[in-house]
């Protein structure tokens, strides 16, 4: 018996995975199919077509409710329950009414959708009581034919069985035969696929006593065995018979079979048969021998099996693979480096040459010099008494020189020194041989891992048009209910994207259409006054390239103008009237993504429900990406996102550049130019009659060094990299290139801050870190334009300025409301916002109001920071956050926090609490 937590934490598992697995995945399969509902259920609608919508659709909303019901969403089981009767007076064509039908199933799908996501944050509350759309649906389903009485709702049960069965099962047995045709298979392979296809047909027709289905498998089984079948042709034919046979039972023109037979069977169409039967057993006189024997002799039908794998299992093989990749990596070094031994060894073999030749020599002239010592001529005597010769001790004197050899020590000693020189040789050749075999089995590791690499990465890839076909409804909606026709236009949906990435782009994507529908589409008479079409385009397209994804959000509306937003930026003291000559276009756009900045007149629900783009913008830049915007005014806007892909291994070009390496995705390099034949002029370069800026490497990129600390100077800059800056080409100048190898790219900690334009790093082999950027994210640092004035004080007129540095944008907007009136606040997201705003400017701040908890960088480092900076190092910072324990406040105090207070806060408090402060660093 298990306890109430047990089963408290069964249902929330049950519930985790409804939620990430069931719910998205039957959701989509609803948006899709409803895109075609209305069409199929009109007059023109094709039969067939209807029905598997329908029952798509239904067992759907079938799957939504069994998975609520597990999960205790009450609410949802029965608005889902409610959906799924709907569906089933559809496909029983009990529904008059079918305009109506389809608005219900409208709203159930969106809400449906909008309790999932409130399931999903922990907002829904489970109650008994049906929500009103159910209530709704069910009064839609009492107006709807009765339902058959209980006899012909049990002959309906056998009906819809059958029906089902014929409709999912056959049809998935004829779509497999369709798609071996496509593909081309051989003659055999076709001839295997046809005989599979028949036996299940008959399997089929006596399970559902269809003898229609098989005597069709019979007949069609005699066509196959004939000599010289045209296959090509036989089997299309022989699938449109069997989808023909099935509507017109389906549709009662072929008289349904008893619910029992009971007349014994006609033994008179044994010979029809008999070309089957007699390769199973002999025929028995007088008893029917059934088709289905054959089914002993054909393997079972293969049906492919999946398996649901969690994503961040799957992340985790891949940081495992590339782990593996770069010891494969340290492992090429290594053979490198036992390449360039055995090459040493060998060249040492080779000066070992000359001199074994110089042994040999001296060894024969030794031998023959012995010799010469002792001849017959002397009478085999010794004058000096020395007997110690090989041929005296032997008592081989009466031998000639030439007629035997004579060795001493001397001899030994040689003949060892050859045999070693001889050893080593040997062993030089199997060092070779060992790294001949290393080098192929390296070679192999590496094809085998980079096989495997590619297999997960394919696996976490999912086709764009999943995400974007869930905006057309809501859409379509929004143009019914605010009177702007608009036309929901998808460019590049079957682009494959990671699903981590898809399901982070979801929000930001829809405020971004949200926002192009409210404030970019005109009215119909507005846009007929400008000579456009009553209906407006909205545009969401998806591609890939230089190892990113690049999505788009388009519209042909009024476009952004740029004096609303001057006029906004001065109203908030981040603009004066000398820099708006000095400011360009694209400076003049950023100011949409900055907090709190916004030129609508009043805060909608229907657009950025009161939040701005920097809440879309900070999401982009959580995923290491960007968020630009271009407009035209009168003819619309254009808002690009770039993201780099998260793969594990890309091809690198090495560069060097003041004596360090970096990388760079070799997609993003255009073209390599060496700079002796396109020669630098006044920071410009000209090729193939293009004129682009070029600048070094070391000038574009941020120099950080130690105080005291200055860089070594490199080599001169021989090589451009032209690279895309987004927008426009341009030249990079380096030093050398190094080489171009394809690597393992591992991302860095995101608690770390980390420029756009960093993608991450790779490992050498030799253990050498090296950066990889990415060139196309490197426009922001050929700016020159500030983004923000340096001297704010001025432009508030003396009035105090307090700088909030929090990341929750509820937070912020309470803070602009309670100290908006006696105060200039400036808004920051994190504390690298903050950190670089400060960098900016060097005066015109006169208090802080920091959290603790923040992406990109917390408040403690902020705070250590602000302490060591030359100019705000006695800045007033007051820590607010919701951290009430001695432990934080120690901290912040040890930091050299002023104040420390605690959320939630009341208005009035912090009011008095600030002006104390203030008094207090007014009197320093």
């Not at 009492?142 to 099962?169: H, K, N, Y």
């Not at 143009?479 to 036309?487: E, S």
């Not at 990415?774 to 001025?794: C, H, K, M, S, Y």
Request: net charge negative.
């Amino acid at each position: 018996m298990f306890d109430a937590a047990t089963l408290a934490a069964i249902t929330a598992e049950a519930r985790q995975a409804f939620l990430e697995e069931d719910a998205p995945e039957c959701l989509a399969q609803l948006t899709v199919g409803f895109q075609s509902l209305e069409r199929v259920l009109g007059p023109a609608g094709d039969s067939q077509q209807r029905q598997k919508l329908i029952q798509d659709m239904g067992r759907a909303a079938h799957s939504l409710k069994g998975g609520a019901g597990m999960s205790a969403l009450t609410p949802l089981q029965t608005l889902c329950h409610r959906l799924e009767d709907l569906f089933e007076a559809l496909e029983q064509g009990r529904v008059e009414d079918k305009s109506m039908a389809v608005g219900l199933i409208a709203m159930t799908i969106e809400e449906t959708q909008a309790m999932v996501e409130l399931a999903n944050s922990g907002r829904l509350q489970d109650t008994d009581e049906p929500p009103e759309l159910a209530l709704a649906l069910g009064e839609f389903l009492e107006t709807c034919q009765p339902q058959p009485s209980q006899e012909e709702a049990i002959a309906g049960d056998v009906s819809q069985f059958v029906r089902t069965s014929l409709t999912v099962e056959l049809e998935a047995c004829l779509e497999r035969v369709e798609r071996r045709l496509e593909r081309g298979g051989t003659a055999t392979e076709l001839r295997e696929s046809f005989s599979l296809l028949l036996e299940e047909c008959t399997l089929l027709g006596q399970a559902l006593s269809c003898d229609w289905l098989e005597e069709a498998g019979n007949r069609l089984r005699g066509e196959l065995v004939r000599p010289q079948v045209d296959l090509l042709t036989l089997l299309p034919t022989a699938i449109a018979e069997l989808r023909s046979l099935r509507e017109q039972f389906l549709a009662g023109e072929l008289t349904p079979p008893a619910p029992e037979i009971v007349a014994e069977p006609d033994p008179e169409p044994l010979p029809e048969v008999k070309p089957v039967t007699a390769v199973i057993a002999p025929p028995v006189p007088g008893v029917p021998i059934p088709a289905v024997v054959t089914a002993k002799a054909s393997p079972a039908p293969s049906t492919r099996q999946t398996l649901r794998i969690p994503l961040d299992r799957l992340n985790k093989l891949s940081n495992t693979v590339s782990e593996l990749l770069i010891n494969q990596e340290r492992l090429l070094e290594y053979d490198k480096q036992l390449r360039q031994a055995s090459r040493n060894l060998k060249r040492r073999g080779q000066q070992l040459i000359p001199m074994r030749e110089q042994v040999e020599s001296l060894y024969d002239e030794l031998s023959f010099s012995d010799q010469t010592k002792i001849s017959p001529s002397n009478g085999g005597g010794n004058q000096n008494g020395d007997s110690q010769s090989s041929l005296g001790i032997a008592g081989l004197v009466d031998f000639d020189a030439l007629e035997m050899d004579s060795y001493t020590a001397v001899h030994g000693i040689l003949q060892r020194f050859q045999e070693l020189m001889v050893q080593v040789q040997e062993i030089q050749e199997d060092v070779d041989l060992v790294e001949r075999d290393l080098q192929e089995t390296l070679i192999q590791m590496s094809q085998s891992l980079h096989q495997l690499d590619s297999e997960l990465t394919q696996s976490r890839l999912v086709p764009f048009r999943g995400l974007a076909q869930s905006f057309a409804q809501p859409l379509e909606k929004l143009g019914d209910r605010h009177k702007k026709p608009v036309q929901f236009v998808i460019e590049g949906e079957n682009t494959l994207v990671e699903v981590a990435i898809l399901d982070q782009l979801r929000t930001p994507l829809t405020h971004l259409i949200r926002n192009a529908f409210d404030h970019g589409l005109e009215f119909v008479p507005e846009r007929q006054a400008q000579g456009k079409p009553p209906e407006g385009t909205i545009t969401l397209s998806a591609s890939t390239a230089n190892n990113q994804v690049l999505i788009t959000v388009s519209d042909d509306g009024r476009g952004i103008d740029p004096e609303k937003i001057s006029r906004k930026a001065m109203e908030l003291g981040w603009l004066t009237p000398e820099q708006l000559g000095t400011i360009g276009e694209a400076q003049m756009l950023d100011f949409l993504f900055q907090p709190g900045f916004s030129t609508a007149a009043e805060v909608s629900n229907l657009s950025g429900r009161g939040l701005g783009l920097d809440i879309v913008k900070q999401m982009i830049e959580s995923l290491r990406g960007t968020l630009t915007v271009e407009t035209k005014l009168g003819q619309g806007s254009r808002f690009l996102i770039r993201i780099p892909l998260s793969l594990n291994i890309v091809p690198l070009l090495l560069v060097r550049y003041q004596q360090r390496l970096l990388a760079f995705p070799s997609e993003s390099v255009l073209r390599i130019l060496p700079l002796d034949d396109y020669p630098i002029k006044n920071g410009r370069v000209e090729w193939q009659s293009q004129i682009m800026e070029a600048c070094p490497l070391d000038e574009v990129l941020p120099q950080i060094y130690p105080q005291g600390f200055s860089p070594s100077p490199g080599l001169p800059h021989k090589v451009g990299l032209m690279v895309n800056l987004g927008d426009r080409p341009a030249l990079l100048t380096v030093e050398q290139i190094v080489d171009e190898r394809t690597l393992v790219v591992k991302a860095l900690d995101a608690i770390t801050p980390i420029p756009s334009y960093v993608a991450g790093c790779t490992v050498l082999g030799t253990g050498e870190v090296v950066p990889v950027l990415i060139p196309n994210n490197f426009a922001v640092l050929w700016r020159t334009e500030p983004t923000l004035p340096q001297d704010a004080a001025g432009s508030a007129g003396g009035q105090t300025t307090i700088l909030v540095i929090d990341d929750s944008v509820t937070v912020r907007r309470t803070l602009q409301r309670v100290l908006g009136g006696s105060f200039r606040l400036i808004q920051c997201r994190d504390g690298k916002e903050a950190w670089d705003l400060l960098n900016r400017q060097n005066q015109g701040i006169d208090l802080a109001l920091c959290d603790i908890e923040m992406p990109n960088m917390d408040g403690f480092s902020l705070l250590q920071l602000v302490r060591a900076h030359r100019v705000w190092h006695s800045l007033t910072v007051v820590m607010l956050t919701s951290r009430e324990n001695p432990l934080h406040r120690n901290r912040a105090k040890a930091l050299g926090a002023d104040g420390y207070l605690t959320k939630p806060f009341q208005p009035n408090q912090l009011l008095s609490t600030i002006d104390q402060f203030l008094a207090e660093s007014a009197q320093r």
